[in-house]
T-cell receptor
Framework: GAVVSQHPSWVICKSGTSVKIECRSL??????MFWYRQFPKQSLMLMAT?????????EQGVEKDKFLINHASLTLSTLTVTSAHPEDSSFYIC?????????????FGEGSRLTVL | GDSVTQMEGPVTLSEEAFLTINCTYT??????LFWYVQYPGEGLQLLLK?????DKGSNKGFEATYRKETTSFHLEKGSVQVSDSAVYFC?????????????FGKGTTLSVSS
């Protein structure tokens, strides 16, 4: 099956610093990737859609200047949390569909847990 | 807009008990429906899916049937194991299209004791 990998799986940073999370599709090309955020004991909230070769599309209420998304290639999307604050602490999960898939299934990365001190 | 509603947890069961987690949806088109499972500290894994009405998805003893008339996709398992303890998410893909973000329910935590 299709594999999506995230790195790092967990990161701790100081308030005010920036953190980059990578999402890679290992055995398929992904022109689109989705970034979700999951708060403790809550559902996944879609943050943005990452599009290879063009700007990301952000969901309402998500600060695009704070959560920078770059889809550099057909297998890599990055999420950079800029000037992180404790309220940005969360579990960030990326996912990607198979371009040829007709069922709408998404393949998810392992997730990246960010803790901002 | 499209949405998914699933029963609130946590659900606590003894090993070998019967499991039902209710899920209903609202959608304007003909969505695909999914159950994903998240084990502690891990990402989401697809458990099963159904792409059209009356389809039954099944995997690892879990089953769910796409019921258009009741807009439901309830998850069932006849005999749960301790290893089934996890968070279960019902989700839909609007319009059965590739390249579309999934819409998730809030998740149901299942805890199975021996």
């Amino acid at each position: 099956g299709a594999v999506v990998s995230q790195h790092p799986s967990w990161v701790i940073c100081k308030s005010g610093t920036s953190v980059k999370i990578e999402c890679r599709s290992l055995d398929f090309q992904a022109t689109t990737m989705f970034w979700y955020r999951q708060f403790p004991k809550q559902s996944l909230m879609l943050m943005a859609t990452s599009n290879e070769g063009s700007k990301a599309t952000y969901e309402q209420g998500v600060e695009k200047d704070k959560f920078l998304i770059n889809h550099a290639s057909l297998t890599l999307s990055t999420l950079t949390v800029t000037s992180a604050h404790p309220e940005d602490s969360s579990f960030y999960i990326c996912s990607a569909p198979l371009a040829s898939g007709a069922t709408g299934e998404l393949f998810f990365g392992e997730g990246s847990r960010l803790t901002v001190l | 807009g499209d949405s998914v509603t699933q029963m609130e947890g946590p659900v606590t069961l003894s090993e070998e008990a019967f499991l039902t987690i209710n899920c209903t949806y609202t959608a304007t088109g003909y969505p695909s429906l999914f159950w994903y499972v998240q084990y502690p500290g891990e990402g989401l894994q697809l458990l099963l899916k159904a792409t059209k009405a009356d389809d039954k998805g099944s995997n690892k003893g879990f089953e769910a049937t796409y019921r258009k008339e009741t807009t439901s996709f309830h998850l069932e398992k006849g005999s749960v194991q301790v290893s089934d303890s996890a968070v279960y998410f019902c989700a839909l893909s609007p319009g059965n299209q590739a390249g579309t973000a999934l819409i998730f329910g809030k998740g149901t935590t299942l805890s199975v004791s021996s």
